[in-house]
């Protein structure tokens, strides 16, 4: 990380949810922000992390960057592995991994002028068995992996890679799944044994606390945030 007074930010679905708030808070401690969603904004172009394209192409408008945050992610459906479309599942994987490496690919040259810091978002869903979430799960799991494997690449350059892998996270993707009936509130919250889900807030302080002392000694970490889900009951 340099000493410049105001450092830049990269996040990635930054429209919704937990990438939302890491903008905002970002923001709110000084930080430029640049928000990399395919909705796009009035201050950022729309990005689609799954087109190299689209990111080589937003990656050209910066000047640097000291932190990249992949909080991009999507969901799929619930179906079993032999009832999944192909289609869907290629989507969540480009999404969820291969735009994740997108984007830590195409931002490298720029983390490394900086020595900057990449934090992932990886998930429960990688490390336990989830009935009907098989394409999610893979897709997480290879954001953990990859992120061992950038830290260990990147160590040399100075640049740290981190992930963290949240319980279930009170989105509003997760909301309207709620309200929608698909998911039953009480009963995701009896999964974690502190029965409850995570806001959007607590995950995002995380994220960005891993960016800053005194985690400077941290890379190609993954750390739970689940409220104990790993743990069973």
């Known amino acids: 990380m340099t000493n410049d007074p105001i450092k830049t930010a990269v996040v990635t679905g930054g429209a919704s949810g937990i990438g939302q708030e890491c903008a ?32 080589a192409a937003a990656a050209r408008r910066l000047d640097g960057v000291d932190l990249l945050v992949n ?9 079993p592995v032999a009832e999944k479309d192909p289609a869907e599942w290629a989507q969540v994987l480009a999404v969820n991994l291969t735009g994740t490496f997108h984007c830590a690919h195409a931002l490298y040259p720029h983390l490394k002028a900086r020595r900057g810091v990449v934090v992932n978002i990886a998930s429960v869903a990688g490390i336990t068995m989830m009935k009907g979430r098989a394409h999610y799960a893979v897709s997480k799991a ?45 009963k995701l919250a009896a999964m974690h044994p502190l029965n409850r889900l995570a806001s959007p807030q607590e995950i995002a302080a995380a994220m960005i606390a891993l960016a800053k002392p005194p985690f400077l000694f941290m890379t190609g970490s993954v750390v739970l945030i689940d409220g104990g889900l790993t743990l069973g009951k």
């Open 24 to 55: 905002r808070q970002l923001r709110e401690d000084g930080w430029r922000v640049a928000v990399w969603d395919r909705a796009g904004n009035g201050d950022d172009p729309a990005v689609d992390v799954a087109d190299y394209a689209s990111v």
């Open 71 to 79: 909080a991009a992610g999507i969901a799929g459906g619930r179906e």
């Open 142 to 186: 290879g954001v953990a992996t990859l992120t061992r494997s950038l830290a260990n690449e990147w160590a040399a350059d100075g640049i740290r890679v981190l992930a963290v892998a949240p319980g279930y996270v009170k989105t509003q993707m997760i909301e309207r799944s709620i309200e929608a009936g698909e998911l039953d509130e009480g």
